[in-house]
Antibody
Framework: QVQLVESGGGVVQPGRSLRLSCAAS????????MHWVRQAPGKGLEWVAV????????KFADSVKGRFTISRDNSKNTLYLQLNSLRAEDTAVYYC??????????????WGQGTMVTVSS | EIVLTQSPATLSLSPGQRATLSCRAS??????LAWYQQKPGQAPRLLIY???NRATGIPVRFSGSGSGTDFTLTISSLEPEDFAVYYC?????????FGGGAKVEIK
């Protein structure tokens, strides 16, 4: 079945780095724009980043621009999020999500279960 | 950045009742608005996209309406599994943004 599975979360000190992965299955990964969305504990949803299906473009939320990078390996059906210069306010569950259509300004029709990132000294 | 304001923040209803949730955008998003349901400890689930289109597998008791700046999610008759938090999201402009969420709780 169509599935996204995130991994790579954990506890990290402020200023350090972490890389999240999202393994996709059950659909043609290379056909879809892919996003990261995060949710701080007890808070709402915040869109983080998107990458085009062919990696030709990326966009980021202002809160992470210059610190996070998004990439993908279509041969491995895997999406990545590199988190650098982490701050306490980056503490959240990070979800990968599939863009629903062919427009990268999109809704998210498939979500992973999320991976928790805690930034604390 | 387009700000989405959801109201009410909490709706206390009984099973079988009708739920009406509102989402107002700070500027027009045309019909590019989606609704999600999230239960505790779970990922969000897409309910409605482009204001009024039900996503795959979503029951007909969920419906969406609106355009421009004012949108509504209606649950015609609440089932026990519908008590959850609901978010709206716009896809009209970057950055993609979500509303703050609205909780539908059992009265």
């Amino acid at each position: 079945q169509v599935q996204l599975v995130e991994s790579g979360g954990g506890v990290v000190q402020p200023g350090r780095s972490l890389r999240l992965s999202c393994a996709a299955s059950g659909f043609t990964f290379s056909d879809y724009g892919m996003h990261w969305v995060r949710q701080a504990p007890g808070k709402g949803l915040e869109w983080v980043a998107v990458i085009w299906s062919d990696e030709s473009n990326r966009k980021f939320a202002d809160s992470v621009k210059g610190r996070f990078t998004i990439s993908r390996d279509n041969s491995k059906n895997t999406l990545y999020l590199q988190l650098n210069s982490l701050r306490a306010e980056d503490t959240a569950v990070y979800y990968c999500a599939r863009g629903r259509g062919s427009d990268y300004l999109d809704a998210f029709d498939i979500w992973g279960q999320g991976t928790m990132v805690t930034v604390s000294s | 950045e387009i700000v989405l304001t959801q109201s009410p923040a909490t709706l206390s209803l009984s099973p079988g009742q009708r739920a009406t949730l509102s989402c107002r955008a700070s500027q027009s998003v045309s019909s590019y608005l989606a609704w999600y349901q999230q239960k505790p400890g779970q990922a969000p689930r897409l309910l409605i996209y482009d204001a009024s289109n039900r996503a795959t597998g979503i029951p007909v008791r969920f419906s969406g309406s609106g355009s421009g700046t004012d949108f509504t999610l209606t649950i015609s008759s609440l089932e026990p599994e519908d008590f959850a938090v609901y978010y709206c999201q716009q896809r009209s402009n970057w950055p993609l943004t979500f509303g703050g969420g609205a909780k539908v709780e059992i009265k």
